[in-house]
């Protein structure tokens, strides 16, 4: 991590080296927080992040779903993202503010504590050489929405994504999809899913399970912008079987191809058409090298 110099955390930058926590904080042993994590690409017109009011948005409603107070407004939050990216020196980056529990006496009573850290690491997923994923379908369900609200971006409930992809990856596989608990096909452990039939490019709806990513909102506005027709609905494994093209999306990687689904290969086993337009769309429109949505693009300044 040479390059990374400075963290921000509860208002202030302080060197990277210096961020430290008490492991008696809750967000440690609980796992209670609620996080984000933003992309900046490098553009024309500078470094910009991509959709960074939507995912401080998405933030918001994650700590209201817990009833947690944020001690920083939205817009603190977005200057403190700005303020970190450029005291590290970045262009290309991943930025993740993280709010979580302190520690003290009763965690009900506890403080929420606030960070954002800027970071040049790539994706987690790397693309092997055949340009796409092989995929299993996790026997650990996704949370259910009685237990943990899915549409959160809560920090523990990663604990979930953990245990299904740990067993694709231990099972030979890329990356894990996870199903709910009525058999409905929902996301991906950090991504979410879309599948392309005729032409027809489906995704799970939010209320089944699936996290209402940022990615997830791009890609549906550029597709029924290209003419394609969407549609937010159940999927079972079958639709992803039998489908022409199945792709996954997420601020870590963007789009990512998937060539088979629990050993069945999805159409000819290469990238398909849909995916490729809609991948390379968003390619231009992060780095802006076409004038499409500058309202998603937020110069870091
Ligand atoms: N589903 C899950 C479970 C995730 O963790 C993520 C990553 N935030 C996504 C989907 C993709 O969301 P986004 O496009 O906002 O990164």
Redesign the pocket.
Known sequence: MAEEKAIWLDGELVPWAEANIHVTSYGLYFGIGFFE?IRTFDTPDGPAFFRLDDHLRRLADSAHTYLAKLPYSRSDITAACKKTVKANGLTECLVRPIVFLGDGDHPLAAKWRTTVIAMSRGPYVSLPDEGGVHTKISSFHRMSANSFPPAA?ATGQYLN?YLAQSDALGSGYDDALLLNEHGHVV??????VFVVRDGVVRTPPVSSG??P????DTVLTLAREQGLTCAEENLVRTDLYNADEVFL????AGLVPVISVDRRTIGDGKPGEVTRTLADMFGDIVHGRVDLHPEWREPVG
């Not at 996301?187 to 979410?192: A, C, Q």
């Not at 999306?249 to 870590?252: A, E, K, R, W």
């Open positions: 994590a971006k994504a996301d991906g452990w950090v991504h979410n699936a996290l990513g940022i990615t997830r999306t997420g601020t870590s």
